[in-house]
């Protein structure tokens, strides 16, 4: 038995999914193989699989953090949580003051969104009606987390400040840079520290898990496991792969022969 663990965004969601690549899915899956997808999005990401009408065997949403049965009603098997020790004050006024962007913070299906900057709280401008911005001093009562996200206007801005974050408070927190945006698990957690989790849960050896990615917050489980990435993939994470494909569609049959 294989397990094939592939990112979302970028690497199996590349402009939508081919009938192509669903029906390699299907096929790997048919002969008792495990295959799903593990993402920095939250819970609601089976939302997204069930709206798709992807097959699939587990979702390991929020970096690993939480592990989601999408063939059960989308029930959460297992999460993780973190107890706010002041890091969330602590990270939403570094990033609202220094990068002038939200935070929000994520409990199972619970997300509260923070902006230092408006500490009196406000609509966001660009879909205002999603959420309001909760003031500032409310991050001191959210008492769990299991994850917090946020965002900046770059590349470098998000690399620098991923730096700041794990520098800061990394005994309580693992800043993940996905582009843009920052993924913000409990330490301890990402997606290589999840996809082992999933594994051994599952009984299969780690020699029998390939992962699948793009960007640096894959860089965890492509660099821990069989690595492959696809084409668009960043430097990094090809360096630290064992090959380079057009689609996870086309790693199947490269797992399968092995």
């Not at 690993?64 to 939403?92: H, K, T, W, Y």
């Amino acid at each position: 038995m294989f397990i094939l663990a592939s990112d979302y965004d970028g690497t199996l969601n590349r402009g939508g999914i081919s009938p192509e690549v669903r029906a390699r899915i299907a096929e790997f899956r048919a002969a008792g193989n495990l295959f799903g997808i593990v993402t920095g999005r939250d819970y609601w990401m089976y939302e997204t699989v069930a709206h798709e009408k992807l097959e699939i065997d587990f979702i390991l949403a929020m970096n690993g953090a939480m592990l989601i049965d999408p063939m059960d009603g989308g029930r959460i098997v297992s999460f993780e949580e973190q107890a706010n020790d002041g890091c969330i004050r602590g990270i939403v006024e570094h990033v609202g003051r220094g990068y002038g962007n939200w935070v929000s913070t994520v409990w199972r299906r619970e997300r509260h969104t923070f902006h230092a900057a408006h500490p009196e709280g406000r609509r966001r401008e660009d879909d205002p009606d999603r959420w309001e911005w909760e003031p500032v001093g409310g991050a001191d009562e959210i008492p769990l987390f299991t994850q917090m996200n946020t965002h900046c206007k770059t590349e470098e801005d998000a690399r620098r400040c991923v730096e700041e974050i794990n520098a800061a408070w990394g005994t309580s927190v693992n800043a993940l840079q996905n582009g843009v945006c920052i993924d913000i698990p409990p330490a301890g957690i990402d997606k290589g520290e999840g996809v082992a989790r999933y594994a051994d849960r599952m009984g299969v050896p780690h020699g029998c898990v390939y992962c699948a990615g793009d960007h640096m917050n894959d860089y965890a489980m492509v660099s821990r496991f069989h690595g492959l990435a696809v084409g668009n993939a960043v430097p990094q994470l090809k360096a630290v792969s064992e090959g380079v494909f057009a689609d996870v569609g086309e790693m199947i049959p490269y797992i399968m022969g092995k």
